[in-house]
């Protein structure tokens, strides 16, 4: 750090210089900034995301102090719009997916046996395109008001008559920059694991939170194109009076909706499947048995993910599309549910019978379970064409997508948080602050959205920024206010817990959790090159089974001991010398020049087209830089 | 020169796919659903304009189907630019590099000519629906094709620098790749706006 600071401004030309010359050898800032290492890229993102939790959970506490009591003046109607539309878009698109990107950059080369993904760079690329996007977003509330359409952008909210302001510009050239970001880090991940699995992991020997990831990026890769595109077609009527969405001119505003939910379906799955990928590793651990139906849960994801291209038109049932059409999505909606609760099965009779080992991550875990289940029974309700009728656009939907979204993705990635923290801090999170932060998140949770089931049934409408006093919404929506209050101490809870636990000098002992995968093999914290020696696999749950054989009654029995020697034969004879052999790809400073060509151009075409030519060769700059430097020494 | 030393020997896959060309092959996979949705609102629009010129007032289809044979032919030339690498031929692979980007260049000029002369007769973006979805989804192939023409030119370059050797020959493939996907797609294209019953 020091020595970063020592030094006066560099041109970028005497930057990119040094980058070739000084190679590995950053210091401080300058070492994170040119990174290619996949386990900084993930803690990058899992920090940038939670940051854009922070202000996302803010916008929520926001929503709820307004709507807490009759006629609210927290916020007037034109800021409720801005907070409620800013609040929906960071949680997606900047909290969730990020978070599971997070555990796709650091899981994903540890799980399969490599020593980093298949395109490094291209890695760093897509957080520094991520990172980019997601101020350029939030730049708009400084700018003049910040995008008011909601996170779906219904046309015609989103012409120029009727949002004249800049915010939609925002707003729809931020997403294409965070599109940019997800399609190249799914391209990566599909590669790496496709390819660059450790002799022996074979498809079906791969953790199913590989799987999940695998299922994910294809989704990614197949719906981004048609928001892009969907996106594009906004952009073009916004910016030079195209007519797509203008029915004076023939078009329908109905086009939009298909290509937003045309995307907006695969992308639920999107959020959900990393967090099922993420509890299908820890309740295994926590049960000490192997997953129940591993091929079940396996082909049931893949399963999920094909169906997810025929659901969209749910969230359209009452357009007019006509009874046959409903019919049809309805019955592919129902249908969808099978696989989810093949999937919930399957955790359950993992659970059945084991010998629990009930810490923190297996608490999120279970509620993950429970809380989505509710959530999934709510979603085959409104999959039903005529009682969705009657939840469409009240808050009885608002609590059903928080019930899978927060509910199930947020619980699911938390157990993710405590269970592999260990592996790269080399500190534990501490148990009693763990368990606190869950029971207070559960029950805050629970105290939030259960009320809105309620409400949305009494017919409270989505979208209202105040209500008149006396329809029997007072007490429900204060309880649901007192509940949202409840998370936040919570994630205030977790805050301290991480900030004390990396203070500890309590250091983690090794394999803390009694691991089944690859993973637990290494030293913690992870060094840069992962693997000293890539591993050979020899079966599903590797690790398991280097540790433990069955005795006749098919119980567990140790063969080398638990804990003190997690590592593999063969790991300490090599000890720490071998890794100067290993061949690491360089770090580059092309990624973050290419990645601020992008926001340049957003703004330039929102306010003059010299900053678009200028934000062209910037990413020209980089792409090239990027193309004819050497990937590694 | 000084870049062009042997980087480590390609390590193994375990599909035994290079990296790179996977990448291309998910990446085009991808560019289907993009021009997949350009062209379904194409269709949906199609015949909906409430106002004139309509695709039969403009359209001009010797023109475009000799612009069309011009893009067709850069895949030839392309195919013909990757063998000459392979069996390392440095004044094919220049050559042809340098006339696959041309006739990408022909084809441009083509578009251009043809937007402006649809514009000379009123058609612009904001006219009607035909304007707004004719001139998004051809000024998109069109640009993928300016994208193309980049890289080819790039690849000349490179190729007048003798970086291009034939250990390299991967990056003309997934230059090619690229180029026979805009290709065919531009088949699709035209045939959906040009040739199904222009009114």
Same mark, same amino acid.
């Given at each position: ?91 997606? *698109? ?71 302001? @800049? ?131 396996? *082909? ?81 309700? @409104? ?147 992962? *693997? ?12 398991? @089974? ?88 | ?92 692979? #220049? ?65 007048? #620098? ?38």
């Amino acid at each position: 750090m020091a020595r970063a600071l020592e030094r006066r401004p560099l041109s970028i030309g005497e930057a990119l210089r040094r980058a070739r010359e000084e190679g590995a050898t950053y210091r401080g800032i300058w070492s994170w900034i040119v990174t290619v290492d996949h386990k900084r890229i993930g803690t990058m993102y899992g920090v940038t995301a939670f940051a854009f939790f922070l202000m996302g959970g803010i916008e929520a506490l926001l929503i709820r102090l307004q709507l807490a009591t009759p006629n609210g003046s927290v916020l007037d109607a034109e800021k409720y719009n801005q907070v409620f539309t800013m609040h929906g878009t960071t949680m997606v *698109f900047l909290v969730v997916m990020p978070l599971s990107a997070t555990f796709f950059n650091l899981m994903i080369p540890l799980m399969i046996g490599a020593r980093d993904v298949a395109f490094p760079r291209l890695n760093a690329f897509s957080y520094w395109v991520f990172l980019a996007g997601g101020l350029f977003m939030n730049v708009s509330f400084l700018t003049g008001g910040a995008p008011d359409a909601g996170w779906f952008g219904y046309a015609n909210l989103t012409s120029k008559a009727f949002s004249p302001g @800049h915010g939609i510009d925002y707003w729809f050239l931020g997403l294409q920059i965070l599109g940019i970001a997800s399609m190249a880090s799914a391209f990566n991940f599909i590669v790496t694991i496709l390819n660059m699995r450790a002799p022996g992991m074979s498809l079906f020997r791969m953790p199913v939170f590989v799987w999940m990831t695998l299922v994910t990026s294809f989704l990614i890769i197949f719906a981004f194109p048609v928001i892009t595109v969907g996106l594009f077609q906004l952009m073009f009527d916004r910016l030079w009076g195209a007519n797509f969405f203008n029915p004076a001119a023939g078009g329908t505003p109905l086009l939009w909706q298909h290509m937003f939910w045309l995307f907006g379906h695969p992308e639920v799955y999107i959020l959900i499947l990393p967090a099922m990928g993420i509890v299908s590793e820890v309740l295994p651990t926590f049960a000490r048995k192997p997953l129940f139906g591993y091929p079940f849960v396996v *082909f049931s994801g893949v399963l999920i993910g094909l169906m997810s291209w025929g659901v969209w038109a749910h969230h359209m049932y009452t357009t007019g599309l006509g009874s046959v059409a409903n019919s049809a999505f309805g019955i592919s909606t129902i249908l969808i549910a099978v696989p989810t609760g093949v999937k919930i099965f399957n955790w359950i009779a993992t659970l059945w019978g084991g010998s629990i080992n009930f810490k923190t991550p297996l608490y999120f875990s279970v509620g993950f379970i429970s809380m989505f289940i509710v959530g999934g029974l709510t979603g085959v309700m @409104h999959s039903m064409v005529p009682s969705d009728y009657q939840q469409q656009d009240t808050y009885f939907v608002v609590a059903h997508f928080h019930q899978v979204l927060f509910g199930g993705a947020m619980f699911g990635l938390f157990a993710g948080i405590y269970y592999w923290f260990p592996l790269f801090t080399g500190r534990m999170l501490k148990e009693t602050w763990g368990q606190l932060h869950f029971w207070l998140m559960f029950v805050g949770f629970n105290l939030t959205f259960q009320p809105m089931m309620i409400l949305g049934m009494l017919g409270m409408p989505r979208r209202i920024y105040t209500y008149e006093g006396g329809m029997g919404w007072d007490a429900l929506n204060l309880m649901a206010t007192v509940g949202a209050f409840t998370i936040a101490t919570s994630i205030l809870v977790f805050i301290y817990n991480v900030v004390v636990s990396l203070r500890s000098r309590e250091r983690a002992p090794a394999d803390p959790w009694d691991g089944r995968t690859l993973e637990w093999t290494l030293p913690m914290p992870v060094p840069a090159y992962n *693997f000293a020696e890539i591993p050979t696999v020899h079966s599903r749950d590797d690790l398991w @089974h280097r540790k433990y054989v069955e005795d006749e009654q098919g119980r567990p029995v140790l063969v080398v001991a638990a804990g003190g020697s997690g590592e593999p034969p063969g790991h300490n004879e090599h000890g720490d010398g071998g890794h100067h052999a290993i061949h690491m790809p360089s770090p580059s400073f092309f990624p973050l020049i290419a990645a601020i060509g992008l926001p340049i151009i957003g703004f330039g075409l929102i306010y003059d087209w010299a900053l678009v030519a200028v934000g062209v060769v910037v990413l020209l700059v980089g792409l090239y830089g990027w193309a004819l430097e050497p990937a590694s020494e | 020169m000084q870049h062009a030393q042997a980087l480590e020997p390609a390590l193994e896959t375990s599909t035994g796919l290079d990296n790179r060309k996977l990448l291309m092959w998910l990446f085009l996979a991808s560019e289907c659903l993009f021009f997949g949705s350009l062209i379904a609102a194409y269709m949906l629009y199609r015949d909906r304009s409430v106002v004139g010129p309509y695709p039969g007032d403009l359209f001009d289809i010797p023109f475009t189907s000799v612009s069309s044979f011009v893009l067709l032919m850069s895949s030839l030339s392309m195919v013909l630019a990757l063998a000459a690498i392979q069996r390392g031929d440095q004044r094919g692979l #220049r050559i042809w590099l340098l006339c696959t980007a041309l006739l990408g260049i022909t084809f441009l000029s083509g578009q251009a000519f043809e937007f402006t002369e649809f514009y000379r007769e009123g058609l612009s973006l904001d006219t009607n629906l035909f304007g707004t979805t004719f001139f998004v989804l051809t000024g998109f192939h069109g640009a993928h094709v300016s994208v193309g023409v980049l890289i080819l030119l790039s690849l000349f370059v490179m190729a007048l #620098r003798g970086r291009l050797t034939p250990e390299k020959s991967l990056n003309v493939e997934l230059a090619g790749l690229y180029w026979h996907f805009v290709d065919v797609a531009w088949v699709v294209i035209f045939t959906v706006v040009y040739l199904v019953t222009p009114t």
